[in-house]
């Protein structure tokens, strides 16, 4: 039986899930330059959409089905416009390295940021989506195959291709950064 | 299956935290989200053919885009603006039944702390420091409320709802907003001016429009016919 719409309004669920859908907006391949617009084109479709939700899934899985409709929407909307400069800032990472980590260790989380980036944006959408919410929102496989109401055996497959493809660019950028240190 | 190798295991623990926003990116959001939430109420109040609503909606999000005060000056930092109108465009294309009042809970600003009752011996000296916390609803009602005249053609009214926001709200988080709508209806006020549609601010080449008499909220009050007639050729 539908639970009927969550107790928090926007306003709660813009301060819980601010971060969730910034940063996996940005995983899922919207640039640096469209993040207001895709952010704001998300939580208005949350605040219109809200009364509808019935519960079936946690509010988290339902928000990330928004997330990917919009972020769908801006990469199609970046390629009708060839939007080169976006193209190539997808690549770049948002974050600023904490000022606590030595300059070695801001250069490392800089590239492996990058480099998660570029991986990302050669995946298709199922490979991307079930490897972000698997490896980096840390869902179990049943929570993300519901999210994406996708069968459980498939999202299995999806996970195993997605860490195939991010296991062989990490193995090609190993291989790069042992050519450059000879 | 087989999980993931250390390499690639240690690649994604370095990787993971690079997306977070920072508290400005919350912050800014925030702002726009009340804006765009405000040009919503106005858009579910327009009638099934209410198109002259949209340019204003165009108007309000665009203008109300990041609009950021730095030392003395203010600045209208316009947002790109083909994504701007289509983010404008779709609450319009919202078939919602009978408008209902935008609702944000007031959790959206946080309220101040309950301020303890001074002793009657100590009222003279001490005053309550803490402000009344703000009713982000209420403003964004009113706001709604000064678009929906503008929309309606009836500018000074727009006027007159502004002039009771700044009396309601003074220091209001949305002031920028207000100043932008009170802009448009200054202008629709001005002689000559039509029932045209206005136009997006234009852009200095930076990708912003610095207002004239910018420095303090009241030069952008002070309209003299020369100053209206330039700001007046924005739109």
Not at chain 1, 11 to 38: C, K, Q, T
Request: hydrophobic residues 45%; aromatic residues 4%.
């Amino acid at each position: 039986m539908p639970l009927g719409p969550p107790e928090s309004g926007i306003g709660e669920i813009y301060a819980e899930h601010f971060n969730f859908v910034w940063r996996n907006l940005r995983r899922l391949g919207v640039s640096p330059s469209s993040m207001d617009d895709a952010v704001q084109d998300v939580f208005l479709v949350v605040h219109r959409r809200l009364p509808e939700f019935e519960a079936r899934s946690q509010l988290k899985t339902w928000l990330f089905g928004i997330v990917l409709r919009v972020a769908r929407e801006q990469r199609r909307s970046a390629r009708r416009h060839s939007d080169r400069l976006a193209a190539a800032a997808l690549n770049e990472p948002d974050a600023l390295p904490n000022d606590d980590t030595s300059p070695h260790d801001q250069t490392e989380r800089r590239e492996a940021a990058a480099l998660l980036h570029e991986v990302l944006a050669t995946m298709n959408d199922d490979r991307r989506s079930v490897f972000v919410l698997v490896e980096l929102e840390q869902m179990t496989v049943p929570e993300v195959a519901a999210a994406l109401s996708m069968k459980l055996n498939t999202a299995y497959t999806r996970l195993r291709d997605a860490r195939e493809i991010f296991e062989a660019a990490v193995a090609r950028y190993a291989a790069r950064d042992r050519r450059e240190t000879r | 299956m087989r999980d993931l190798g250390l390499k690639a295991r240690h690649m994604l623990d370095a990787a993971r935290d690079m997306d977070e926003p920072a508290d400005t990116d919350r912050a800014r959001n925030k702002r726009l989200l009340l804006a765009g939430l405000a040009a919503g109420a106005l858009t579910t109040t327009a009638t099934a053919g209410g198109a002259a609503a949209l340019p204003l909606v165009k108007i309000l999000v665009v203008v109300s885009v990041a609009a950021v005060s730095l030392g003395g000056g203010v600045w209208l930092g316009v947002h790109r603006s083909d994504e701007g109108v289509r983010r404008a465009e779709r609450p319009a294309a919202v078939t919602a039944p009978a408008p209902a009042p935008v609702v944000v809970p007031a959790t959206v600003e946080a309220p101040a702390p309950a301020v303890a009752p001074t002793p009657r011996h100590l009222r003279t000296r001490t005053r309550a420091s803490t402000p009344a916390p703000v009713d982000v609803t209420k403003e964004i009602a009113l706001l709604a409320r000064a678009n929906a005249a503008l929309r309606d053609g009836d500018a000074g009214a727009a006027l007159a709802l502004l002039d009771q926001h700044d009396r309601r709200f003074p220091g209001s988080g949305l002031a920028e907003e207000v100043a932008a709508t009170r802009i448009i209806a200054r202008c629709q006020l001005a002689p000559g001016a039509t029932a045209a549609r206005p136009r997006r601010l234009r852009l200095h080449p930076a990708g912003r429009q610095r207002l004239p008499d910018a420095g303090n909220r009241s030069g952008l009050l002070a309209w003299t016919p020369a100053t209206q007639k330039k700001r007046c050729a924005d739109f």
